[in-house]
């Protein structure tokens, strides 16, 4: 095995110091970080100092460490005197690296882009091997997510060199670093593939864990016959394994016979065992079809099955919602979104459970946001049938922060039906200065004004005091997120097989909007882009680009699959088609270009040709959408 040396891991780009850092005592200060050893070896205990005007309130910190080619994030508890954060932090004795992480609000500190990036030593000073290969994955998956600019390039063959050099942690890379290998070199990545499908087949007796890791060399190089050929071996030579129970699963799902399934599902249970985590899939799917067949009753007696708790929120959840909405089975759906509410509760009071990874504070305000929107289930079900009192109750957990239009809209309705104007003129007020508010919860507003007051006198001057509040501060907060960014050019088809280059565009506002057919929250924000689009469409300078990225299918099927979405659906998009960066890739040209990780994803280009705005997602408000599409085109445009 050989050794990587201090000299040769400290020259790396990955990590974020140097033999010529300044060193104190026996630590090391590096950008804003000063950390008590200089070397760090795993098992140790690190004393941290961070400084930063942040306010105590914005700032949060988290390491991850690698281990192999899996990262696990640990949050960091900082105690604040004046300026500096202190904390303390023991290296997990199975690290290969640390990353650590420090965040203002939303901005991480990137300490110029290097990172605060650590590849572990043995006792000997000698860096562990495969650390400098976790970190380079670590950047390549992650480093976008934290702000870091990462060189594809280089960080792959950080990696490469790393496993090229100590063969034996290859076999704990076989399911991730071929793809990536395959994806920037097709020649010499077949080579390297081949050879770790002679390492296997060499060997007289496979796990079947090495089985699956042959099964993944083979499909990244789209062996089909040997894939084939192995999934029947190891369905023999592993009869409840993995292969065995995905098998059954297929079986299962393919049934459409409620009665058969509820056999198959019986049959699982008793080859693969209760404790099988597949087997829990195959329970909510099967109380799914309980449902669809009309069996409330078998419902509830297939999800007591379910082993791992933090599968049924989720699913009571969204059957909840299908009646609420519809007003339907109203009793069985506050009973089945009751049960989500307090098994979410239960894990954010317990959260002994969480994912490895995400870190325990990440968790639980996962967990809170989820929380919130299960009440808002349970609020809408209590609402409709007539027990206001606790429908306003749990839709103003829902609420929470009152960033979200909807549900606030919501929280006013029930205010409103139970005729509590005092609290509407507190809360929608409160609303409307935030700026996260509906022409609905305006409605209620006036209404509630008018009540309180015995006319609508004064109501006018009132209410525009307060949107002045809240478009101000949406100004401000717009004027915050801006950007100076040069884009990468791009020549697109469009549906009509018109070519639009986006350079031929400077001059103007151009937004693009990232998205896919296959892309829900894309979809469900379109009748908001619709109204953009509408209310500029006289506007010359601005142009709108729907830019159909990450489809499935040669060029004519995604140009195919996007028009026709677009012509049933009635909008007047322009939509381009992005191209895969290389056949059979799933990496997209434009997407990639603009650091798009996911969708949908919009960014907005300013006249002078720089990308000025960037924002990912959807809140679910079209009346949201609208007014900061609407303020940030405006403001290019002033």
Same mark, same amino acid.
């Given at each position: ?5 201090c ?15 300044k060193?104190k ?49 640990v &949050?960091?508890t ?10 303390? @932090?023991?290296?997990? +004795?199975?690290a ?16 110029? &882009? ?12 000698d ?42 942690l ?11 290998y ?30 699956k ?32 129970q ?7 799902y393919?049934?459409? &016979? ?5 056999e ?26 309980a449902i ?10 297939i ?28 009793? *069985? ?6 049960k ?63 960033? &979200? ?26 609303? @409307? ?17 008018i ?5 609508? +006198?004064? *109501?006018?001057e ?22 100076d ?60 680009l *729907? ?48 650091e ?16 000025? *705005? ?13 007014k ?11």
């Amino acid at each position: 095995m050989k050794i990587i040396k201090c000299l040769f891991a400290l020259t790396l780009v990955v990590l974020s110091f140097s033999c010529k850092e300044k060193s104190k005592e026996n630590g090391v200060t590096i950008g804003s970080l000063y950390i008590s050893k200089a070397t760090l070896k795993p098992g140790d205990s690190l004393d941290l100092k961070y400084t930063t005007d942040a306010n105590e309130e914005d700032i949060s910190a988290f390491y991850y460490y690698t281990v192999g080619s899996k990262t696990y994030p640990v &949050d960091i508890t900082l105690n604040k005197a004046d300026s500096l954060y202190k904390s303390t @932090i023991v290296i997990p +004795d199975s690290a290969t690296a640390v990353a650590l992480n420090f965040k203002n609000k939303k901005e991480f500190d990137t300490n110029n &882009d290097k990172g605060y990036l650590f590849p572990l030593t043995t006792s000997t000073g000698d860096t562990i091997p495969g650390a400098i290969a976790g970190l380079a994955n670590y950047q390549l998956r992650m480093g976008n997510n934290l702000g870091l600019k990462v060189d594809e390039k280089i960080a792959f063959e950080k990696i490469k060199s790393d496993l090229l050099s100590n063969k034996d942690l290859q076999k704990d890379w076989d399911m991730v670093f071929p793809r990536t290998y395959i994806a920037k070199d097709k020649a010499g990545a077949k080579d390297y593939i081949n050879s770790r499908v002679a390492y296997y087949n060499s060997k007289t007796d496979l796990s079947e864990l090495e089985y699956k890791n042959l099964v993944s060399l083979y499909q990244t190089i789209e062996k089909k016959e040997k894939i084939d050929s192995l999934q029947i071996v190891m369905e023999e030579k592993f009869p409840t394994g993995t292969m065995a129970q995905q098998k059954a699963w297929s079986t299962f799902y393919n049934e459409q &016979d409620y009665d058969k399934k509820k056999e198959l599902f019986e049959e699982f249970k008793t080859k693969f065992g209760a404790k099988s985590r597949l087997k829990d899939v195959v329970a909510t799917r099967l109380a799914s079809a309980a449902i669809e067949n009309g069996k409330k009753e078998e419902y509830a007696e297939i999800m007591d099955q379910v082993s791992d708790k933090s599968m049924l929120p989720s699913a009571y959840n969204t059957l909840a919602w299908n009646y609420a909405e519809k007003g339907e089975n109203l009793e *069985f759906a506050s009973e089945i979104s009751k049960k989500s509410l307090d098994i979410t509760k239960h894990a954010i009071n317990n959260p002994v459970d969480k994912p490895v990874y995400i870190t325990k504070s990440q968790y639980i305000n996962n967990m809170t946001s989820t929380y919130n929107m299960y009440a808002d289930t349970y609020a809408l079900i209590k609402y409709k049938q007539g027990e206001i009192a606790e429908a306003i109750a749990y839709q103003k957990e829902a609420v929470a922060d009152g960033k &979200d239009p909807q549900l606030n809209e919501r929280y006013v309705m029930f205010l409103n039906s139970d005729k509590k104007h005092d609290v509407i003129l507190k809360e929608a007020a409160l609303f @409307i200065k935030e700026g996260n508010t509906t022409a609905k919860i305006n409605d209620y507003y006036k209404q509630a004004y008018i009540a309180k007051n015995g006319s609508e +006198d004064g *109501f006018t001057e009132n209410f525009e005091a307060l949107e002045k509040v809240g478009y101000d501060k949406l100004v401000a907060k717009t004027k915050e997120e801006m950007i100076d960014k040069k884009p990468k050019n791009f020549k697109l088809k469009n549906t009509k097989g018109e070519t639009v280059e986006l350079a031929a565009l400077k001059g103007k506002t151009v937004i693009l909007d990232f998205w896919a057919t296959w892309c829900g929250p894309c979809k469900a924000s379109f009748p908001g882009m619709q109204q953009a689009v509408n209310k500029y469409k006289d506007n010359d300078n601005v142009v709108f680009l *729907f830019v159909d990225t990450m489809e499935s299918g040669d060029f004519d099927t995604r140009t195919k699959l996007a028009g026709d979405f677009v012509k049933n659906n009635n909008y007047s998009f322009n939509v381009v088609i992005d191209n895969p960066v290389k056949e059979g890739s799933r990496a997209y040209e434009v997407a990639s270009n603009f650091e798009v990780n996911g969708i949908p994803t919009k960014v907005i280009i300013g006249p002078d040709g720089n990308i000025k *705005f960037v924002s990912v997602g959807y809140s679910g408000s079209t009346d949201k959408l609208v007014k900061e599409l609407s303020l940030k085109i405006d403001l290019l445009n002033s």
